[in-house]
């Protein structure tokens, strides 16, 4: 079964964050961050999708959710699309 990693951005005057996570439905977890129902650290912000990727496996994606959370780098330059 096909899992996705994904990067979510979310900007608060100055504040610009990142999120990273793994999934097997898309557009329902993103609904979920953006309801409070996510993960903690989501909760009271309104999130928007920066960057998917598509991944074979679920093991796969887990793997790679751990490697984009750090790549700081990444994750800055994503994170640049929300500032204006």
């Given at each position: 079964m096909?899992?996705?990693?994904?990067?979510?951005?979310?900007?608060?005057r100055?504040d610009?964050?990142?999120y990273?996570g793994?999934t097997?439905?898309?557009?329902?977890?993103?609904?979920?961050h953006?309801?409070?129902?996510?993960?903690?650290?989501?909760?009271?912000?309104?999130?928007?999708l920066l960057?998917?990727e598509?991944?074979?496996?679920?093991?796969?994606a887990?793997?790679r959710?751990?490697?984009?959370?750090?790549?700081r780098?990444?994750?800055?330059?994503?994170?640049g699309?929300?500032?204006?």
């Amino acid at each position: 079964m096909p899992g996705y990693v994904y990067v979510l951005g979310s900007r608060r005057r100055r504040d610009c964050r990142t999120y990273v996570g793994w999934t097997l439905d898309l557009e329902r977890r993103l609904e979920q961050h953006n309801s409070g129902t996510g993960a903690k650290s989501t909760r009271g912000r309104d999130w928007v999708l920066l960057y998917a990727e598509r991944c074979e496996t679920r093991l796969e994606a887990m793997s790679r959710e751990w490697h984009l959370k750090r790549d700081r780098k990444f994750r800055s330059l994503l994170a640049g699309a929300l500032r204006p």
